[in-house]
């Protein structure tokens, strides 16, 4: 795993939840050079990225949050997916990170 993948898993584990979500809700606006909203309600975050737009339980937060450094990002991805967002898994390192495809360079080091 490189910097990032390390630096990502102690953010999940020590950041506050309404942290983490404006955390990733930020990553998601630079990959996608997209406009994003987060708001936060009393049970739950919704999160727009340019127009579309993605609710989800603060229980949720902590679970995936708790589950996994990309998992947050995974699940709001596939949300977006469902309400017609389009995107290649493969776009970028991060997206690959956030769906677990890893490949392995010609002197083995993974990436």
Known sequence: MNTQGWLRGLMAKNMGD????????????REFDLPVDVFEGKDDYTIRLDRYEVTISKYAVNELRN?????????????????????????????????????KDPEGNWY
């Open 18 to 29: 309404g942290k983490f979500v404006r955390h990733v809700a930020e990553c998601l606006s």
């Open 67 to 103: 589950r996994g450094a990309y998992a947050l990002d995974k699940m709001l991805m596939d949300k977006l997916k469902e309400k017609g967002f389009e995107f290649d898994n493969e776009r970028s390192q991060y997206i690959r990170y956030c769906y677990g495809i890893f490949y």
